[in-house]
């Protein structure tokens, strides 16, 4: 689905994966909540398999395939993964198998904390911790006034990506498109 969607958008996708953290939910989709991690590991290196190769083989703990096409391949080679999380195994995921960081801190003070667990994780790994990029998410903030201003302190600190949860300010369609226009006109002040 990813690969077709980048193909149809003509290469402007990408994939945010996170662990989750709510086992109800990963019990019910009926994966062993322990195990979450590890799942979501190989189930990210098969993925990529799958994207780039012309004939992908994967043999892993959980997921084992061959003699298998997957098409169409994704527009971008290769197809980001952006993870997201707040632990330092998640701050490792993110250097070793991700492209990016998806921050949806739960405060100002604990994005700080994981960036430093994120720093470490890159030091670590050899790589520059300037070279992994970060995508911010408001998603605590209230209103569009609020998330500007959480906004704006992130910038401050050199940071200039930002998932906005628009929809959550709004009641229907209408709403969600006044509410665009809104952040839009604000943010461009």
Same mark, same amino acid.
Not at 45 to 62: C, I, K, N, V
Not at 111 to 120: I, S
Not at 154 to 172: E, H, K, R, T
């Given at each position: 689905m990813w690969a077709t969607l980048d193909v149809l958008s003509g290469g402007r996708m990408l994939l945010g994966a996170g662990i989750g953290w709510m086992e109800e939910e990963i019990t019910l989709l009926g994966a062993p909540y322990h195990k979450r991690g590890a799942l979501s590991d190989e189930y990210i290196r098969a993925m990529r398999e799958l994207w780039q190769s012309p004939d992908p083989t994967f043999h892993g703990a959980y997921v084992n395939f061959?003699? %298998?096409k997957c098409e169409p391949k994704p527009v971008q080679q290769p197809f980001p993964v952006w993870i997201g999380g707040h632990s330092a195994r998640a701050m490792r995921r993110v250097v070793e198998l991700g492209d990016g960081w998806l921050a949806v801190p739960k405060s100002y003070a604990n994005f700080h904390d994981t960036n430093e667990l994120l720093a470490r994780a890159a030091k670590n790994a050899g790589r520059d911790p300037r070279s992994v990029p970060v995508m911010i998410g408001t998603l605590y903030a209230p209103s569009v006034d609020a998330s500007l #201003?959480? %906004?704006?302190?992130y910038q401050a600190l050199g940071y200039d990506s930002f998932i906005v949860p628009v929809p959550f300010w709004a009641q229907d369609l209408n709403g969600v498109l006044a509410t665009m226009e809104e952040? #839009?006109?604000? #943010?461009n002040m």
């Amino acid at each position: 689905m990813w690969a077709t969607l980048d193909v149809l958008s003509g290469g402007r996708m990408l994939l945010g994966a996170g662990i989750g953290w709510m086992e109800e939910e990963i019990t019910l989709l009926g994966a062993p909540y322990h195990k979450r991690g590890a799942l979501s590991d190989e189930y990210i290196r098969a993925m990529r398999e799958l994207w780039q190769s012309p004939d992908p083989t994967f043999h892993g703990a959980y997921v084992n395939f061959s003699g %298998i096409k997957c098409e169409p391949k994704p527009v971008q080679q290769p197809f980001p993964v952006w993870i997201g999380g707040h632990s330092a195994r998640a701050m490792r995921r993110v250097v070793e198998l991700g492209d990016g960081w998806l921050a949806v801190p739960k405060s100002y003070a604990n994005f700080h904390d994981t960036n430093e667990l994120l720093a470490r994780a890159a030091k670590n790994a050899g790589r520059d911790p300037r070279s992994v990029p970060v995508m911010i998410g408001t998603l605590y903030a209230p209103s569009v006034d609020a998330s500007l #201003a959480d %906004i704006k302190k992130y910038q401050a600190l050199g940071y200039d990506s930002f998932i906005v949860p628009v929809p959550f300010w709004a009641q229907d369609l209408n709403g969600v498109l006044a509410t665009m226009e809104e952040f #839009a006109r604000k #943010a461009n002040m």
